[in-house]
Structure formats: structure tokens, C-alpha cells
């Protein structure tokens, strides 16, 4: 079935700690792994993003590993800041019948960074 | 701003109503997709449709339709409201189907049932 776990569900970091966000997914077909930023009340806004063929990728402060094998894939945040207070959701392109893809999101795991 | 738009922003109705919630996808985008995000929870996938098709269906009640129109932009309808379906109702968009098109947000239609 198509299921994809995220933990943890609520996550509290020190300002400039680093914050690890981690998901597994069930389809091993599955080949393209976005991460969304939602601020409270607002949209989820797409932060980075890793497709199959690649093991890791990093944009500034953020980072996103793959691991095909496990079907785990993880969001790592270094020198967090208290902007960066959000809910953060994983998600997985689940493929369909009709070879369509449907995008499968992880519970969120709500951020809390202290000043 | 992603580019794509939903309205109204705000819907508040009673139970048993119907309501309809609109999309427009960002320029040159194909598909449109429907999520409802219940208090404190994730994005459940509701439905996609690409150019005026639908193409996957998540688990969206028999009680809820939607349709995208010749111009693009697309309509959920929620009939027989109940209180359970107060939720955020979000719209996205990307250019096509394939697994590695982006989906952009809209800002979403808060649906209140009283």
C-alpha cells in the first residue's frame, strides 16, 4: 500500500542546533522525494527536493539524504534559526494505475526553534 | 505567491449544505490537485485532474466531485456537509504528470461547517 512515516511529530532544537526530520516510504517504485514548509495558516511552500538517482543534495542550510535501499529519506537542518519555526512535511510520488503519480505526505513534523 | 489562486479564502456554512471551492493553476500548468488538511493533521490527496481529465484518486468521499474546466481551472464541490469536513482545502498545480513536477500551493479555501 502507499504509506509514507514521519517522525519525529513535534521536534524542539536550541537555535543554531541542527534539526534531522526522517521518513520512510512504502512503494519502492517510488522516485521523487519533495520537502514542504507550511507556516501556520499559510501554504505548504516546496524547500528542496531529491529524486531517485541522486543520494544526497544540499541547498545552503538545508540538506536532504536518500537512502533507495532502506526507502528512507531524511531532512537535515544545520544552524537552525527561529525562522525556521514551521510544520515540515515529507512526501513521496506514489505512481497510480493509469501510470499516473499521486503525491503521498508524511504526518508533518512541526519545528520549534528557541531563541 | 506560487501563482496559484483558490477561492473564496474563507467559507463558513451548515451541515447538510453544498459548497463549491475554485482553483486557477499557475500559467501554463496542466494538472490541478485537491488535498483537505484537517486541524493539526497532513494533506490528504483528494483528487487530480489533468487537462480537463481526471488521472488519480486519492480518498475522497463519494460526497465530494470536482471537474477542471477547458480553461484550466478547476471546482471541488462538497455536498451533504458535515462537521468533520471543516477543514483547510488546498489546491496545487504543476506543469504535467510525471513524478518529478513540481506541485505548486495555492492558499488554500478554510471551510467552517457549523
Known amino acids: 500500500g502507499e504509506n509514507v512515516e514521519q517522525h519525529p511529530s513535534t521536534l524542539s532544537v536550541q537555535e543554531g542546533d541542527s534539526a534531522v526530520i526522517k521518513c520512510t516510504y512504502s512503494?519502492?517504485?517510488?522516485?521523487?522525494f519533495p520537502w514542504y514548509k507550511q507556516e501556520l495558516g499559510k501554504r505548504p511552500q516546496l524547500i528542496i527536493d531529491i529524486r531517485s538517482n541522486v543520494g544526497e543534495k544540499k541547498d545552503q542550510r538545508i540538506a536532504v539524504t536518500l537512502n533507495k535501499t532502506a526507502k528512507h529519506f531524511s531532512l537535515h537542518i544545520t544552524e537552525t534559526q527561529p525562522e525556521d519555526s514551521a510544520v515540515y512535511f515529507c512526501?513521496?510520488?506514489?505512481?497510480?494505475?493509469?501510470?499516473?503519480?499521486?503525491?503521498?505526505f508524511g504526518s508533518g513534523t512541526r519545528l520549534l526553534v528557541r531563541p | 505567491d506560487s501563482g496559484v489562486t483558490q477561492t473564496p479564502k474563507h467559507l463558513i456554512t451548515a451541515t447538510g449544505q453544498r459548497v463549491t471551492l475554485r482553483c486557477s493553476p499557475r500559467?501554463?500548468?496542466?494538472?490541478v490537485y485537491w488535498y483537505q488538511q484537517s486541524l493539526d493533521q497532513g494533506l490528504q490527496f483528494l483528487i487530480q485532474?489533468?487537462?480537463?481529465?481526471?488521472?488519480a484518486k486519492g480518498n475522497i468521499l463519494e460526497r465530494f466531485s470536482a471537474q477542471q474546466f477547458p480553461d484550466l481551472h478547476s471546482e471541488l464541490n462538497l455536498s451533504s456537509l458535515e462537521l468533520g469536513d471543516s477543514a483547510l482545502y488546498f489546491c496545487?498545480?504543476?506543469?504535467?504528470?510525471?513524478?518529478?513536477?513540481?506541485?505548486?500551493f495555492g492558499p488554500g479555501t478554510r471551510l467552517t461547517v457549523l
Open positions: 512526501a513521496a510520488f506514489h505512481p497510480t494505475m493509469d501510470s499516473s503519480y499521486k503525491l503521498i
Open positions: 496545487a498545480s504543476s506543469a504535467g504528470t510525471r513524478s518529478s513536477d513540481t506541485q505548486y
Open positions: 485532474y489533468y487537462n480537463g481529465e481526471e488521472r
Open positions: 512503494d519502492s517504485a517510488s522516485n521523487y
Open positions: 500559467s501554463g500548468d496542466l494538472s
